[in-house]
C-alpha cells in the first residue's frame, strides 16, 4: 500500500474510532486532506478534533534530541552534535568532545618478528 492510501486510510480510521463513542457531539471543523488527484474529507467533532490535537501535540519522534545550545536548531545527531553548526550539545556532548580531542591512538603492537 502507497504512503498515500496509508495516510488516508489512516486518517479516517482515526476519525471514526472517536466519531463512534459520541457521534452526537458537535462538528466544530471539515478536514480535507488532498492527496494528489483525489482525498479525503472528514467532519470533525468536538472529541475527535481534541484527540487529533492531543496526537499532534504528544507525538514524539525518536529522532529529536532537543534543540542545540548554541544555534537551536533541532538537528542533533546521535552523538549530541549539532548538524546545523557543528558543536557539541549540552553537559554530556562536551563531554564527548572533550575525550575525543584527548584520545590518543595506542601504538601498534609488535607482531614478533
Given at each position: 500500500?502507497?504512503?498515500?492510501?496509508?495516510?488516508?486510510?489512516?486518517?479516517?480510521?482515526?476519525?471514526?474510532?472517536?466519531?463512534?463513542?459520541?457521534?452526537?457531539?458537535?462538528?466544530?471543523?471539515?478536514?480535507?486532506?488532498?492527496?494528489?488527484?483525489?482525498?479525503v474529507?472528514?467532519?470533525?467533532?468536538?472529541?475527535?478534533?481534541?484527540?487529533?490535537?492531543?496526537?499532534?501535540?504528544?507525538?514524539?519522534?525518536?529522532?529529536?534530541?532537543?534543540?542545540?545550545?548554541?544555534?537551536?536548531?533541532?538537528?542533533?545527531?546521535?552523538?549530541?552534535?549539532?548538524?546545523?553548526?557543528?558543536?557539541a550539545?549540552?553537559?554530556?556532548?562536551?563531554?564527548?568532545?572533550?575525550?575525543?580531542?584527548?584520545?590518543?591512538?595506542?601504538p601498534?603492537?609488535?607482531?614478533?618478528?
Open positions: 500500500m502507497e504512503t498515500s492510501e496509508q495516510l488516508a486510510a489512516a486518517v479516517r480510521d482515526f476519525v471514526a474510532r472517536i466519531d463512534d463513542l459520541d457521534p452526537t457531539a458537535p462538528v466544530v471543523a471539515d478536514v480535507s486532506i488532498r492527496i494528489g488527484s483525489s482525498g474529507s472528514f467532519s470533525c467533532r468536538e472529541p475527535v478534533a481534541a484527540a487529533l490535537i492531543a496526537a499532534l501535540r504528544d507525538y514524539y519522534d525518536p529522532r529529536d534530541q532537543g534543540p542545540c545550545d548554541h544555534c537551536g536548531s533541532r538537528r542533533m545527531d546521535d552523538n549530541f552534535v549539532c548538524r546545523d553548526c557543528g558543536q550539545n549540552g553537559v554530556f556532548g562536551r563531554m564527548l568532545a572533550e575525550r575525543a580531542g584527548r584520545f590518543v591512538e595506542s601498534a603492537l609488535d607482531d614478533g618478528v
